[in-house]
């Protein structure tokens, strides 16, 4: 499943998914090998390191540096977490699943639940990855991947309204992203506001090629509802 394009994520300069979303790579992925290995006896900079390569999309890599990470510091949950993320987008969706719902027991883990709605909306089951993606706003309400996320399913399933409040919220909470700003454009054209979506275009700045791209996506999703 997507959630931006892979053509208009890249043009943007944006993750493929949403999921991958975060703040800035850390300074550790930098060409300093001092300062690498300093983080690499930290475990919490260590998880920001590996963090910063898959924000990079160096899935694998992560893989590796996670093996390594679990050697000095078994069975911590956020490392847990990242292995998900890697593995599922890797496509190891099956591997990706038993992690998250080992996390999502006791003290869930607003990710845990939200990588399990990606899963299911990419197997098909939309209805039950949007109650997994809303499970996962409530208990982190302010975690703008997961409301780009809920919102984007939200739109291509049809349901505007509630799509056009969390993409909105994810837009305003992340001082500008880009990518809630490009599927809110979207969501403008599906709803006859070409006015706003234009807005949106020229406020993040797009291309005229992206522009065209997003309208094409746009015309596509909304043909694909109209024969539904």
């Given amino acids: 499943m997507r959630f931006l394009s892979a053509g208009l994520a890249l043009m943007l300069g944006l993750p493929l998914s949403a999921a991958a979303q975060g703040a800035g790579a850390p300074a550790a992925v930098a060409e300093d090998g001092q300062v690498l290995r300093q983080d690499m ?11 910063g390569l898959q924000q990079r999309r160096m899935h694998y890599a992560a893989l590796a540096h996670l093996d390594a990470f679990d050697q000095k510091w078994p069975d911590n949950r956020q490392a847990q977490l990242l292995r998900a993320d890697a593995l599922r987008q890797t496509g190891s969706l099956d591997e990706a699943a038993v992690i998250y719902e ?8 607003p990710r845990a639940l939200h990588g399990l709605g990606l899963i299911a909306v990419s197997k098909g089951q939309h209805e039950a990855g949007e109650r997994l993606l809303i499970q996962a706003n409530r208990l982190a309400p302010i975690d703008t991947r997961i409301l780009n996320d809920l919102g984007y399913v939200q739109m291509q399933a049809g349901r505007y309204g ?11 909470l992340d001082a500008g992203n ?7 454009a979207m969501l403008y054209l599906l709803l006859g506001e070409a006015g706003l979506a234009e807005k949106m275009m020229e406020r993040l700045g797009m291309t005229d090629a992206q522009r065209a791209q997003l309208r094409e996506e746009s ?3 909304s043909g694909r509802r109209a024969v539904q």
Wanted: hydrophobic fraction near 45%.
């Fill in 41 to 51: 006896n930290d475990p919490a900079l260590y998880l920001q390191l590996i963090e």
């Fill in 102 to 109: 080992r996390l999502t027991g006791k003290n869930p883990m």
């Fill in 162 to 172: 509630p799509a056009r409040t969390n993409l909105a919220k994810a837009f305003e």
């Fill in 178 to 184: 880009a990518q809630a700003g490009a599927n809110l």
């Fill in 219 to 221: 015309a596509g999703l």
